[in-house]
């Protein structure tokens, strides 16, 4: 996706009649559906990253990875937040566990095999979180390498996977730069609220020094705008200002407001599962089929 394309998004579309128009105000690009794959692996990492709090970056992790599964690819989430929501998300009881990622990043090393965990979902993995991981951050500071700690530990486990989608803290910390300087792309989830808009141009300019500095395969794998709204002008005026500034790094697959969401995250399932006919179901799924055709339609 090209960040650069700016507002020239939108030329040449002034001809298209509205109703074949998405909520972006761009025809819905062709998307083809999810060829089956023959074999798994090496896989493609995806940091899920927002400096802002409450933008659906843990709900999208979550439902995003599991409907990559449910068209038949094998995944890792791996939560990076010491919230623990990613895990808490999946019914998993984070404050009890004994390891964590936490035992990933420092010393004494565990195994990546004894922190994995199967979830619910078929092909849908996890490496839990708790709050241990707020002193790996302190931690970290006087390893050697400690940008690549992170990257160290998924090693092992990258070519069972097709996709590792790293769920990062509401910072642009060192945990969040250890997701970084690992991935493959960054995926913006963003709260269609102007704040939002505001603190992207932020978060570019880090992903910028992290590729130049540390990570040259890093790219922005796109921006996917949550808590839609149609109904509101701001809504509506967002999204277009953010369409005018990214361009075709805006998904088309947005993400609306629903009631759903909250009650997956009681039940400790994707939506996926949850509410599989609902709008919010149909959605991840989409996207899905936009991330799949963005990582694997490549030369």
């Avoid at 931690?139 to 990062?168: F, K, N, T």
């Avoid at 005018?244 to 009650?263: K, Q």
Wanted: proline residues 6%; glycine residues 8%.
């Amino acid at each position: 996706m090209d960040q650069k394309a700016g507002a020239k998004a939108t030329q040449g579309q002034l001809d298209v009649p509205a109703d074949k128009l998405g909520p972006t105000g761009r025809p819905y690009r062709d998307i083809p559906d999810p060829q089956p794959l023959d074999k798994h692996g090496p896989a493609v990492i995806i940091a899920m990253c927002n400096q802002k709090g409450g933008v659906g970056k843990t709900t999208s992790t979550i439902n995003l990875g599991a409907a990559l599964a449910e068209a038949g690819r094998r995944v890792l989430l791996v939560d990076l937040d010491p919230q623990g929501a990613l895990s808490a998300g999946l019914g998993v009881p984070h404050h009890e566990l004994e390891k964590t990622v936490h035992n990933l990043l420092v010393p004494p090393y565990s195994s990546t095999d004894e922190v994995l965990m199967r979830t619910r979902v078929d092909g849908l993995d996890l490496l839990p979180s708790n709050i241990d991981l707020s002193a790996a951050e302190i931690q970290l500071v006087s390893e050697v390498g400690r940008e690549q700690a992170l990257a160290r530990a998924l090693h092992p486990v990258a070519d069972r996977y097709d996709y590792i989608l790293i769920d990062c803290q509401p910072s642009l910390g060192l945990l969040t730069v250890n997701a970084l300087a690992c991935a493959d792309n960054v995926l913006i989830p963003m709260e269609c609220e102007f704040f939002s808009l505001r603190g992207l141009a932020l978060l570019t300019d880090t992903i910028d020094k992290v590729h130049d500095r540390l990570n040259p395969r890093l790219e922005l794998g796109g921006i996917v705008v949550t808590m839609y709204d149609q109904r509101t002008l701001h809504s509506r005026d967002v999204m277009h200002r953010v369409v005018e500034v990214f361009g075709d790094a805006v998904f088309d697959t947005v993400i609306a407001r629903t009631v759903r969401f909250p009650e997956t995250s009681v039940a400790g399932e994707p939506i996926t599962s949850w509410a599989p006919k609902s709008t919010g179901a149909a959605a991840y799924r989409s996207l899905a089929r936009e991330v799949i055709a963005h990582n694997e339609t490549r030369a």
